[in-house]
């Protein structure tokens, strides 16, 4: 059996490169300033403007996702090939049999397994459609990686630029 849930250690998983970028930002006019002789204060702007350029997309996923898939667990029981899924204290247990499709949501670097460009690109968020009509929203902040055992042609993969995530679970 694995848990997953939104804790400290997934949100630092996912927010590394966030984190990373507020570090390079801080040092970067410094050095500018150093290097090439320029008075600090000329350059104390460039740190802000690179942070919010580099960052502000991957902290507006970040907090999106943290909304949608806040307090939920996510457990996968890998002999029973069964999941249960529990939400503002509602639970769904269903096997990988009743699972209709997946349809995940991917940058075009993850979906390829490429390096990250940006630190917006390590996020992603699948829709788990179930054959009774219920959908489920899971994020990477709450399952790093979704990657079921199922058939291929179950699951429907959106490349492109970062998605924000619906909250579906009903």
């Given amino acids: 059996m694995e848990v997953f849930k939104v804790g400290f250690?997934?949100?630092v998983k996912s927010g590394w490169l966030i984190i990373l970028c507020a570090i390079i930002s801080s040092v970067f006019p410094y050095g500018l300033s150093v290097i090439k002789h320029i008075n600090i204060n000329s350059v104390l702007w460039i740190g802000p403007f690179m942070f919010f350029v580099m960052a502000l997309p991957a902290i507006v996923v970040h907090v999106?996702?943290?909304i949608v898939n806040r307090g939920d667990i996510f457990?996968?029981?890998y002999q029973d090939r069964e999941i249960t899924f529990i939400?503002?204290?509602?639970s769904?247990?269903?096997s990988l049999d009743d699972i209709d499709y997946i349809t995940r949501y991917m940058s075009y670097n993850q979906a390829a397994n490429r390096a990250f460009?940006?630190?917006?690109e390590g996020y992603n968020h699948s829709y788990i459609h179930l054959k009774d009509g219920h959908v489920l929203t899971v994020?990477?902040?709450?399952?790093?990686?979704?990657r079921l055992p199922i058939q291929g042609d179950k699951i429907i993969i959106k490349k492109g630029f970062i998605w924000l995530a619906k909250r579906y679970n009903n």
Avoid: A, D, E
């Avoid at 939400?87 to 509602?90: A, D, I, N, T």
């Fill in 117 to 120: 460009v940006g630190p917006w």
């Fill in 75 to 77: 457990q996968y029981f």
């Fill in 139 to 146: 994020t990477s902040l709450l399952v790093p990686n979704l």
């Fill in 92 to 94: 769904i247990t269903f």
């Fill in 64 to 66: 999106n996702y943290y």
């Fill in 9 to 11: 250690k997934s949100h």
């Fill in 87 to 90: 939400h503002k204290g509602m």
